[in-house]
């Protein structure tokens, strides 16, 4: 499938990270950037509750009321200019952004022994992959046959090295508990890739 081409409300949205047996190397991390390389990460769906880390596995973070601005943010710096009644801007180096993640939150979805609930805080570097879905997809993986998949809807997909340092329960006395999921990003952003 292609990038999406209309304008659309992006509910079907959907943030992952890999979950291999063993976590990638440094330099297996610097090596991915492409999207065959990023995709493979992402074969098969396990459940966070339950299922078995292995090569090409995936979990969910599920029930996400709001998603932050993806990408690189800009840095720009205000230099006054001495007679000018405006000031001159230059573009700085870009500081990498922390992404806050609010969502539904589900205690068994991140209790200890589960997959995301042992990824808070550990020190881990992970592959994430933010999909960006106007429709649903069949399935949430990255198939080879890309009907399968992800690929069976019009979709952009943006890879990113980081960690999962942090998981703040909101408790709601007249709305449903919320969660905060501080994540750091370790590396650049990769995308928009298609399927």
Do not use: C
Not at 22 to 48: K, R, Y
Not at 50 to 77: A, D
């Amino acid at each position: 499938m292609s990038h999406i081409t209309s304008i659309g409300a992006g509910m079907f949205s959907d943030m992952a990270l890999a979950t291999p047996s063993t976590p990638l190397s440094a330099s297996a991390l610097a090596a991915l950037d492409t999207a065959a390389e990023f995709q493979a990460l992402f074969a098969n769906e396990i459940n966070s509750a339950g299922g078995t880390k292995s090569t090409g596995t995936f979990t969910r973070i599920k029930n996400v009321r709001e998603f932050p601005s993806m990408g690189t943010p800009p840095n720009i710096v205000n230099v006054p200019v001495y007679g000018s009644k405006t000031s001159q801007q230059i573009q700085g180096q870009a500081d990498a952004p922390s992404i806050e993640l609010t969502l539904n939150y589900i205690p068994a979805d991140w209790a200890a022994g589960t997959i995301l609930g042992d990824a808070v805080g550990d020190g881990k570097q992970y592959v994430f992959r933010f999909a960006l879905l106007n429709a649903e997809p069949v399935a949430y993986s990255s198939e080879t046959t890309p009907a399968d998949g992800i690929g069976s809807v019009a979709n952009s997909q943006y890879y990113w090295v980081g960690k999962i340092e942090a998981l703040q329960v909101n408790p709601q006395l007249t709305d449903a508990n919320t969660a905060t999921v501080t994540i750091s990003v370790q590396s650049e952003f990769f995308g928009a890739f298609t399927e």
